[in-house]
């Protein structure tokens, strides 16, 4: 009995101490900047952090067509229009990247739809906001692309291929959808009186919102210091944040706008501007589904999916029809 008891225990050591040589080995190639592929072995709870963050974005960027889809109908001319239905087609694609990348972890993309359609998964929660007015695109791009910008370069160098390669695509295109989101911003702000009004309406409901964006504070974000060491994250939530606001208020200044923040003040110190305290409460509301628009999109997204169903049997269906001519 003593002598099994031991090589019990022997076989345990060998096996903890082959775990631990994995993972410093796994940490070592993340270390020197070598990329993780899928077929590679990683962590489980690396995988999962993945799976988590990566469906995150693609059903971001899926239901964040939905407010500005609200304006496609009535864009205020037919170059407008052109531009903004390639942006909301741009973001369609970005998902469709972000799943495939996703799916390589092991999940099924059925599974991450399930997750968004039952409310267990999140989104950003920016896009539970109310697109108001035609000026509400323009701060869209500005501000939402523009804060994605900020968040997604540094994925372009994640230590997880699949989705550093989405990212360098990704990037692209938002920059292009935060340089039509300031265009817009541009014409209605050199406009009218009434044109600048809406303008700067825009920038009063979504500077607080896109500021979010970056999530909570570092000192309460959960997930951050281990991201940061397996190299998911290159910067911290604030860090970007504070990034974001240096760029954005020198173009609001462009704009001849002003931000919502009488705290906003440029610190000689620093080099960097200081800004007032973010309303936590309504981030936590928003994100715990009581934002303005968070039934509304979910409704509108089981909608689409439930329509849909035929273009999905269709396609089953072909597929099926194809690989039994290739058999036959
Ligand atoms: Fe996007
Ligand atoms: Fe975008």
């Not at 989104?123 to 900020?150: E, H, K, Q, R």
């Not at 340089?179 to 209605?188: E, T, Y």
């Not at 715990?288 to 509304?296: E, L, S």
Request: aromatic share 10%.
């Amino acid at each position: 009995m003593y002598t099994q008891g031991l090589d019990q225990a022997g076989k345990d050591k060998q096996l903890a101490s082959e775990a631990e040589d994995r993972l410093s080995a796994f940490q070592a190639r993340v270390d020197a900047e070598e990329k993780i592929e899928a077929k590679d072995w990683m962590p489980e709870a690396y995988r999962r952090t993945l799976v988590r963050q990566i469906s995150q974005h693609a059903h971001s960027e899926i239901i964040g067509m939905q407010p500005e889809g609200n304006w496609l109908t009535r864009a205020p001319s037919l170059k407008r229009k052109a531009i903004l239905l390639a942006k909301v087609q741009d973001e369609a694609g970005h998902g469709l990247y972000l799943y495939s990348a996703a799916e390589t972890l092991g999940v099924s993309r059925d599974q991450m739809v399930a997750d968004l359609l039952s409310g267990k998964a999140k989104y950003s929660s920016i896009f539970n906001y109310p697109t108001l007015s035609w000026a509400d695109i323009g701060a869209i791009g500005w501000l939402v692309d523009g804060a994605a910008i900020m968040n997604q370069i540094p994925l372009c160098r994640c230590s997880y291929g699949p989705y550093a390669r989405a990212m360098v695509r990704v990037c692209k295109e938002e920059s292009f959808h935060q340089r039509q989101g300031f265009d817009i911003m541009h014409a209605l702000c050199s406009g009218s009186d009434k044109q600048k009004a809406m303008a700067q309406d825009a920038l009063d409901r979504w500077w607080w919102p896109s500021l979010m964006m970056f999530g909570p504070n570092d000192s309460e974000s959960k997930h951050s210091a281990q991201s940061m060491a397996w190299k998911i994250k290159r910067f911290s939530n604030d860090e970007l944040r504070q990034k974001f606001v240096d760029v954005t208020v020198q173009q609001a200044d462009f704009l001849g706008l002003s931000i919502p923040d009488d705290d906003l003040q440029f610190d000689d110190t620093t080099g960097h501007y200081t800004f007032g305290e973010i309303d936590w409460q309504e981030f936590l509301d928003v994100i715990a589904g009581n934002g303005p628009c968070n039934r509304q999109r979910l409704e509108k997204r089981k909608q689409a999916h439930d329509d849909g169903a035929w273009v999905r049997e269709a396609a089953q269906e072909y597929a099926l029809k194809q690989a039994a001519r290739t058999a036959a």
